[in-house]
């Protein structure tokens, strides 16, 4: 499916059409702030269905570790504090 691309001040001028083609034609258009931000217009129905894809995905994988770590093939680390945890992930006083 071809996706069509607008810079932002485009996509706004033209913003019901958008919303419009993305509900009932579905057909997205990626919308472009800068070189580097970009976001793209889908209907909600689509978003819906995203989401519910990667949670599953997400759910898969974690059972998938979960596997791994009872056959012992994964390495479990144990935490005895959210600090420790936070340091390990990184996180240190963002988290709090």
Do not use: N, P, W
Not at 6 to 28: K, M, P, W, Y
Not at 34 to 56: G, P, Q
Request: proline share 0%; net charge negative; glycine share 6%.
């Amino acid at each position: 499916m071809a996706t069509e691309a607008l810079g932002i001040s485009e996509a706004r001028s033209q913003l019901g059409t958008l919303v419009a083609r993305a509900v009932h034609g579905r057909r997205h258009t990626t919308i472009s702030r800068s070189t580097t931000e970009r976001a793209v217009l889908i209907s909600e129905e689509e978003f819906e269905e995203y989401v519910r894809l990667k949670r599953e995905r997400e759910a898969a994988d974690i059972r998938a570790k979960m596997d791994a770590a009872t056959r012992g093939d994964l390495e479990m680390t144990v935490y005895t504090s959210r600090e420790d945890a936070y340091a390990d992930l990184g996180l240190g006083d963002a988290a709090k």
